[in-house]
């Protein structure tokens, strides 16, 4: 909800530089600034306590948290939230709340921050204003979302934004469909391969699929051949992983192996992000078919 805004005792834990906050239960607090966990002392007393405000946000989001749905994902104001109860799969509440700026991030900001030199920038710009496929990756919190959406906001094109959870913002022409998970009956799904379909009808000038986890790689690999542009990101903790991570995906979607390999050629560039010291892009490349590997482009 546009509005909504979350609880002083967790906002007061993002101070500067913290992009990430995590607690395990009432007595395991850590916060991310972009390298290693830190400790810090945790805003509840009892798990009881926790549990009870992740419903309260869940509910007031929109989403469902209880004892029959015990894992939700939502967004309030600029955060998003990973909440999952203590059930059969958590010995305790737990929550991840990732805190996204709250204007746009742009490829100027991602310079000045380092996370990407001129020559990347450049080459970067040039391959959206050309129409190309990138596929970006990297390892959690390496800034996949970040960089999608600088990439968005530069192309100056209609993009089609598919998210599981709304991080990525856009203004007309552009615009988001939303992933909608089943009601309470267990019905009344809308996958991101529905929403891909759905989004072709509507005349854009490009896809983009915050994370492809599945089913809808089918989809998108269909439509990059069909002659429509992509921007997506792809969980890979290197540039050489990639494509065994498309092959896994195309198993996923009962791809065959050498068609997934085919299609994939469809994807112009790669670009690999990592996260030691600082975020920023470690490689760009190319897919190769024979054999399916990644490699890298000296820039």
Partial sequence: MEFMEIPAQ?????????????????????IDRGGSLERVRSPFETDAELSSLLIELALESGSRLDLSKPMADFSISNFRFSAQLRSAV?????????????????????????FLTESQ???????????????????????????????????????????E?????????????????????GVGLISQSEL??????????????????????????????NGHPALATLH??????????LLLLGQLANIERDLVAQLAMGIDY???????????????GKLKIAPFEAVPIEL
């Fill in 196 to 225: 891909l379909s759905a989004a072709l009808r509507m005349r854009p000038d490009r896809l983009v699929l915050g994370e492809v986890r599945g089913a809808e790689f089918a989809a998108l690999l269909q439509s990059v051949n």
């Fill in 10 to 30: 967790l906002e007061a834990l993002f101070t500067k530089g913290v992009t990430d906050l995590m607690l395990i239960g009432s007595g395991q607090c850590f």
């Fill in 236 to 245: 890979a903790r290197s540039l050489c992983e990639v494509p065994n991570r």
């Fill in 165 to 185: 959870t709304p991080e990525i913002k856009v203004s007309a022409p552009s615009f988001s469909l939303i992933e909608r998970p089943n009601n309470q009956e």
């Fill in 90 to 114: 958590s010995e305790h509440p737990m929550v991840t709340i990732r805190r996204h700026p709250k204007t746009q991030v742009t490829m100027e900001h991602l310079l000045a921050s380092r």
């Fill in 270 to 284: 790669l670009v690999q992000l990592e996260n030691l010291e600082t975020r920023r892009i470690s490689q760009i």
């Fill in 121 to 163: 920038a450049h080459f970067l710009e040039q391959a959206v204003k050309s129409q190309k496929t990138v596929l970006i990756s990297g390892a959690t919190s390496s800034g996949k979302t970040t960089l999608l959406g600088a990439l968005v906001h530069h192309s100056a094109q209609r993009c089609a934004v598919i998210e």
